[in-house]
C-alpha cells in the first residue's frame, strides 16, 4: 500500500495536540448583600417615581384647565365681535320701528329701509364666514338640501332644485342649516285614461 501523500486534500490531518487547560480563576464571592439596605433602596426609588408622577398628572390636569379657559375665553371674543357687528343693525331697526309708528309713515320708505337693515345684517354675518345656500336651479344634494316635496316641471330637468321654501346657511364650510327645496320630478307624464 503506497505512503499517502502529505498534500492529498484525503489524507486526514493528524489530531491536534490537546494543550493543557488553563486554570480558570475562582469567581470573586457575590458582595454581601444587605437586604434591609436593598428594600430602603427601592423604597426611596418607589417614593420619587410616585412624586413624579403626582406632578406630572397635577401638570396634565392644569394644563386641561388652562386649554378649557383659553377656549372658552376665544369663544367670547369672537362672539363678541359679532354682536359688535350686528348693534348697527339692532339701532336701525329700532329707528325703523319708530319711524312706523309716526302718524302718516309711508310703507314704501318703510320697506325699503327694513331691506337696506336686512341687508346690513346679512353683510356682517357673510364678513363672520356665514353663507347663504341658494340651490334654485341645481342638482339636488342631500347633504346641503332638505327635499320637502317632488313636483313636475317642463322647465327643470328632473332631481334638480325648482325652488327654494327656506334658505340655507353654512358656516365656514359647516352646514348649519339645510336649505328646504322642492325638487323636480321632470315633465309631468300624462295619465293613461
Known amino acids: 500500500m503506497p505512503e499517502p501523500e502529505i498534500n492529498d486534500p484525503m489524507t486526514p490531518l493528524p489530531a491536534p495536540e490537546n494543550p493543557a487547560p488553563e486554570a480558570e480563576e475562582p469567581a470573586a464571592p457575590p458582595a454581601a448583600r444587605d437586604p434591609a439596605a436593598e428594600l430602603l ?31 372658552d375665553e376665544m369663544r367670547l371674543i369672537a362672539t363678541g ?7 348697527p343693525v339692532l339701532d336701525n331697526l329700532g329707528r325703523a320701528i319708530a ?14 329701509g327694513v ?17 347663504e345656500i341658494e340651490p334654485t ?3 339636488f344634494d342631500p347633504h346641503q338640501h332638505e ?11 328632473a332631481e334638480h332644485v325648482l325652488q327654494v321654501t327656506r334658505t340655507g346657511y353654512a358656516l365656514n364650510g359647516r352646514l348649519l342649516r339645510p336649505a328646504a327645496v322642492v325638487v323636480s320630478s321632470g315633465p309631468a307624464k300624462e295619465g293613461s285614461g
Open 41 to 71: 433602596a427601592a423604597k426611596a426609588e418607589a417614593a420619587a417615581n410616585y412624586d413624579r408622577f403626582m406632578r406630572m398628572a397635577a401638570d396634565l390636569e392644569n394644563f386641561r384647565r388652562r386649554a378649557v379657559r383659553e377656549k
Open 81 to 87: 365681535r359679532v354682536l359688535e357687528d350686528i348693534f
Open 137 to 139: 336651479g341645481q342638482l
Open 147 to 157: 327635499a320637502i316635496s317632488h313636483q313636475p316641471s317642463a322647465e327643470m330637468p
Open 115 to 131: 331691506e337696506m337693515v336686512l341687508a346690513q345684517l346679512k353683510n356682517a354675518l357673510f364678513n363672520h364666514g356665514l353663507k
Open 99 to 112: 319711524a312706523a309708528k309716526q302718524p302718516g309713515a309711508d310703507v314704501s320708505s318703510l320697506l325699503g
